[in-house]
């Protein structure tokens, strides 16, 4: 089949898709399901990259001239599906962007009917000709009295692989800490403080000083001044490995001045940070890292089975000092 | 002068502050205070918060034809301190809806969620209990709110504002006249007592009615005690009745001039956008008063128990507005009539002869809705004059109304 498919027509820029082919089977959607269902309100398109080994969900917005969060889930191949395909020209892996909604509503479709096998499958628009534009068949069969297929074609988009940006790394890891699933309420807190005009902020800062502690900041002039502090107990990573930093401090060596117990502040959008709840309310590993006056990231596993990572980067605005 | 080692504890305040003056207080009552707070943003975004020695008033009123004032005692709080040498109390403006919230925030935690998304078990409230430390140092000093419970401690500093508003409660306003919107009780009309629970889902009832114009009438004829509402709306007119059963009904009485008990109707016209503005901190009340005087005002005052303070009789909300000043017109009381003109309703249609030769006015009668429990005929005479605005009289053995000979106005009758 591979072979039939790239033919002759190789030599001519190929259109990603027809070589490609995506076929997977999964017996349960649930993980799919809960994770889809805690950045759908992100963003409403996802990008999702298919590899013989793992699935990325991707929410990112490259071409925003702001720097919006992002979220990228990974999902390894074995875990959720139980019968996997995925061939390209591209080192196997597929890249397409669909939207979430609909996407997760087929997933829940599924859930509420009595079937066993869950399909997914890429198949090429009719008379599309050179366009990239896609469905993603997702398909089961529900048996009652008799048996009922249904079949959802979501239109999707392939993307060429190097649209995709890297996983968003933090410069340098300042302070690392795990947050207890408790942290959610601090969430709650947050959320009064919305204002019309979107552009508060929060300064999140961290410091290992006395146990450690984590607080938010929040301003609103002539209005009020907020200060939330995580009273419970934290976790926090005591202190870098030596060798880890070796070379940054050859590099950037001012970084590196910083002592160990001095805060460290990220400053961030409210809106941006508050984004993060759902995903902070419903994972069971959260860790929280920050880089000072950069950016900072809450890396989740989403459940006990600890295979699916869930990653959601701010980038934080940085103060002129 | 070196500021190298101040220390940091609260109990280290420096002197100059302790001349400003102190008020700080805590409270674990933070639930009810959320509550009470968001009854009263109901009515305007900024309130007057008066702090005294024995207890702390929030004062909020709505173009001038509405206001509210909740009182809280100072057993409310489980510490009380207020210090200030030259004022009995202090005055500061603040933002109550964003206050509410924060408080409704914080008292989240405590509650257990509603439900859990992934279906599982209820789950456990967070942390056992809030508690809230309240601290203002002077004028033009922010306000200092904390919540602090097992996870976390949130520090509030609100800026207080100078707003235009007066507390007509206030003890300086009170020497000088009675200006401010505010029943007066020595000019009563009525006074009721209910049951708020009732008196909730009903005013719930008439807020889906999309009711534009609420007729509240009072009356006491025969013996017997009638709390009825009638709710004017795009899709016409209903009538809700108050039952008068004791225990929901716990007091109805109707005055003369003189403030003498009479046995008499009253009907008060009321916006109903702006009288269901009570209605969050009718749904915290156990007990509600309904006052009206002479010059229109309607006063309407809750009892607010918190069950978790023991010692704690409640807070008090009052709630002061005018009464509609037009009157129901002639086509619009037709039109009640009307709208009750079907099925087993008794029309009425009479005419009353003025005393003092002026010449006969019609008299617009409604019928009756089907009550049979209430065969009693009243009168609830409107006058357009502006000395006495409402008077009633029980007109049923003589038809002559004497009480509408002073004013050459049109007359208004409801008969229920």
Not at chain 1, 69 to 75: R, Y
Request: hydrophobic residues 40%.
């Amino acid at each position: 089949m591979w072979s039939a498919q790239v033919g002759p027509k190789t030599r001519v820029d190929l259109l990603p898709h027809e070589t490609m082919k995506l076929k997977l089977q999964t017996q349960s959607t649930e993980t799919l399901r809960k994770c889809f269902s805690q950045i759908n309100s992100l963003r409403k398109f996802v990008v999702l990259r298919f590899s013989p080994d793992e699935l990325l969900a991707v929410l990112a917005d490259e071409s925003s001239v702001i720097q919006e969060p992002q979220v990228w889930c990974k999902f390894p191949m074995y875990s959720i599906f139980s019968d996997v395909e995925v061939i390209s020209q591209r080192d196997n892996v597929i890249l397409l962007e669909i939207n979430i909604e609909l996407f997760l509503q087929t997933l829940r479709n599924f859930d509420k009917a009595n079937s066993r096998d869950f399909n997914i499958r890429l198949q090429r628009k009719e008379g599309a000709g050179r366009s990239r534009a896609a469905y993603l068949a997702l398909s089961y069969s529900e048996t009652t009295n008799s048996t009922i297929n249904h079949t959802f074609r979501v239109p999707v988009k392939i993307l060429k692989s190097n649209v995709l940006a890297k996983v968003p790394e933090l410069p340098h890891v300042d302070i690392m800490m795990k947050l207890p699933p408790e942290f959610a309420a601090t969430f709650r807190r947050l959320e009064k403080f919305r204002n019309k005009m979107s552009q508060d902020r929060v300064t999140i800062r961290a410091s290992r000083e006395n146990g450690g502690s984590l607080q938010f900041l929040l301003e609103e002039v002539d209005n009020y001044k907020v200060a939330i502090t995580w009273k419970a107990k934290l976790e926090i990573e005591q202190k870098q490995p030596e060798s880890d930093s070796l070379r940054a401090v050859q590099a950037n060596a001012p970084v590196n001045e910083r002592s160990p117990d001095e805060p460290v502040e990220v400053t961030v959008t409210l809106r941006d940070w508050r984004l993060a709840q759902k995903i902070v309310s419903n994972c069971k590993t959260i860790i929280f890292l920050m880089c000072q006056n950069n950016a900072c990231v809450i890396h989740c596993l989403l459940d006990d089975a600890e295979e699916v990572e869930v990653m959601y980067y701010v980038s934080g605005i940085r103060s002129p000092d | 002068m070196s500021h190298l080692f101040v220390p940091s504890l609260p109990s280290s305040v420096p002197t100059s502050q302790l001349q400003r003056g102190l008020f700080a207080a805590s409270t674990t009552h933070v639930a009810h205070l959320a509550e009470m707070f968001n009854a009263l943003a109901a009515i305007d975004r900024y309130a007057l918060i008066t702090i005294g020695a024995d207890g702390i008033s929030v004062f909020t009123e709505h173009n001038h034809i509405l206001n509210a004032l909740a009182n809280f005692e100072a057993t409310l709080f489980s510490t009380y301190k207020f210090d200030f040498s030259s004022q009995s109390s202090v005055l500061l403006g603040v933002d109550i809806l964003l206050l509410s919230e924060l408080f409704a925030a914080a008292a989240s935690t405590v509650v257990p969620k509603a439900k859990s998304t992934s279906g599982g078990p209820a789950q456990q409230p967070l942390v056992e209990s809030v508690v809230c430390y309240l601290k203002y140092e002077d004028e033009g000093s922010p306000l200092i709110v904390e919540f602090e419970d097992q996870l976390i401690v949130e520090r509030l500093e609100f800026s207080t504002f100078n707003l235009d508003l007066e507390n007509p409660y206030s003890r300086e306003a009170e020497l000088e006249d009675l200006g401010g919107l505010i029943v007066n009780s020595a000019m009563l009309q009525f006074a009721v007592i209910i049951k708020s629970d009732i008196f909730h889902n009903l005013l719930q009832d008439i807020q889906v009615l999309d009711t534009e114009e609420l007729y509240m009438f009072v009356s006491n004829v025969d013996d017997e005690d009638l709390l009825n509402f009638v709710s004017k709306s795009v899709l016409g007119y209903s009538k809700l009745i108050y039952p008068n059963a004791k225990s929901s009904l716990q007091k109805l009485e109707v005055y003369s001039e003189s403030m003498e008990q009479i046995a008499s109707s009253v009907v008060s016209v009321l916006n109903f956008q702006v009288f269901v503005k009570i209605l969050r901190a009718v749904k915290q009340s156990v007990k509600c008063k309904l006052i009206k005087d002479s010059e229109g005002v309607i006063s309407v005052q809750l009892l607010c128990k918190n069950v978790n303070c023991a010692g704690y009789p409640g807070t008090m909300v009052t709630f002061n507005m005018l009464e509609k000043t037009t009157m129901p017109t002639e086509a619009t009381a037709a039109e009640i009539a009307r709208a009750f003109d079907e099925g087993a309703c008794e029309y009425i249609k009479e005419y009353t002869v003025l005393s003092g030769g002026a010449a006969p006015k019609p008299q617009l009668a409604i019928a009756d809705v089907p009550n049979p429990s209430a065969p009693g005929l009243s009168y609830a005479s409107f006058k357009k004059g502006d000395d006495q605005a409402t008077e009633t009289k029980r007109n049923e053995v003589q038809p002559n109304s004497e009480s509408s000979s002073g004013s050459g106005g049109s007359l208004f009758q409801l008969f229920f």
